[in-house]
């Protein structure tokens, strides 16, 4: 069955970095869109990052530039760089599978990972 296991989450400083992954197994790694979302206490959860099996990202304009997301085909392996963390930063961080509808930062997703918690002050 599919499974999506994050990792890398952590508390950190503001302005400092963490590299969260994402292990896929169970379906075909390199022909799914993948993504990133982040759910803060209260509030709704949001795409941060994309990137389609041809590489092609998107970013929300909130980490444009500090964020990078990347995917290593080979291993199965999801990564999101972050740098210049902030505060506003702070959120469960999940790992999204198989866009199925809509657009890659806010469309639905068939698999998804239990989340790994980041904590910037």
């Known amino acids: 069955h599919v499974q999506l296991v994050e990792s890398g989450g952590g508390s950190v400083q503001v302005g400092g970095s963490l590299r969260l992954s994402c292990v896929g197994s169970?379906?075909?790694?390199?022909?799914?869109?993948m993504a990133w979302f982040r759910q803060a206490p209260g509030k709704e959860r949001e795409g941060v990052a994309s990137i389609n099996h041809d590489g092609t990202s998107n970013y929300d304009s909130s980490v444009k530039g500090r964020f990078t997301i990347s995917r290593d085909n080979a291993k199965n392996i999801l990564y999101l760089e972050m740098n210049s963390l902030k505060s506003e930063d702070t959120a469960m961080y999940y790992c999204?599978?198989?866009?199925?509808?809509?657009?890659?930062?806010?469309?639905?997703?068939?698999?998804w990972g239990q989340g790994t918690q980041v904590t910037v002050s």
């Open positions: 169970g379906f075909t790694f390199s022909t799914y869109c």
């Open positions: 999204a599978a198989e866009l199925v509808f809509g657009h890659p930062l806010r469309g639905t997703y068939n698999y």
